[in-house]
């Protein structure tokens, strides 16, 4: 069975610094792929980025950027330029191929200071 | 991106009583869908794969006759909690497959307190 692991349970950052989460993954499938979603205390899961593990180019989405590093099976989340809508709880997600579920780590909680 | 909504967002029920929630998909179809619970300061939980003619698949532990899926068209799942209890109260979210293949959409998720 597939699992996703966040070690970090909260982080902080500075308005406009530069902020990385960690995931690690463990699969024995070579098709998958990866998330990042975010949820504000609205509670909506927003996302952030995927990644199809055949690509070797990280995904980047404006200030949201990712190092996928396959071998080591592992997925951070850079989050550039931090703003304060920035604060969240931030997770990853693997999905296999097909019609699976999404598999969660237990999140992140991302506090932006001012 | 794909649009998925979901109805109610806050339900109060009495013990005892049933509930449905709904969950759309707006702009797309979605063959398969999700189904999770939250627990507060928590992950997702999944609690049953909802497939489009036919019966869900539930996660081990949660109990089928107590939380009733049904996704009779391509654009609309329900979760129904029958005879609610007070441990049932949580944050129930659904989530369906878009496009582009392989991403997973919310819908905005409902809170269920039962009193």
């Known amino acids: 069975a597939q699992t996703v692991t966040q070690s970090q349970p909260e982080m902080s950052v500075q308005e406009a610094e530069t902020v990385t989460l960690s995931c690690t993954y463990d699969t024995s499938e070579s098709n998958y792929y990866l998330f990042w979603y975010k949820q504000p205390p609205s509670r909506q899961m927003i996302l952030v980025i995927r990644?199809?593990?055949?690509?070797?180019q990280n995904a980047t989405e404006n200030r949201f950027s990712v190092n996928f590093q396959k071998a080591a099976k592992s997925f951070s989340l850079k989050i550039s330029d931090s703003q304060l809508g920035d604060t969240a709880m931030y997770f990853c997600?693997?999905?296999?191929?097909?019609?699976?579920?999404?598999?969660f780590g237990k999140g992140t909680r991302l506090s932006v200071i001012a | 991106g794909a649009v998925v909504s979901q109805h109610p967002s806050r339900v109060i029920c009495k013990s005892g009583t049933s509930v449905k929630i709904e969950c759309r998909s707006l702009d797309f179809q979605a063959t398969t869908m999700f189904w999770y619970r939250q627990f507060p300061k928590q992950s997702l939980m999944l609690m049953a794969t909802s497939n489009e003619g036919s019966k869900a698949t539930y996660e081990q532990g949660v109990e089928k006759d107590k939380f009733l899926i049904n996704h009779a068209s391509l654009t609309l799942s329900t979760l129904t909690v029958t005879s609610a209890h007070p441990e049932d109260s949580s944050f129930y979210i659904c989530?369906?497959?878009?496009?582009?293949?392989?991403?997973?959409?919310f819908g905005e998720g409902s809170w269920l307190t039962v009193v």
């Open positions: 990644q199809e593990a055949y690509k070797q």
């Open positions: 997600a693997f999905r296999g191929s097909g019609n699976t579920p999404l598999v």
């Open positions: 989530s369906a497959q878009g496009v582009p293949g392989n991403t997973i959409y």
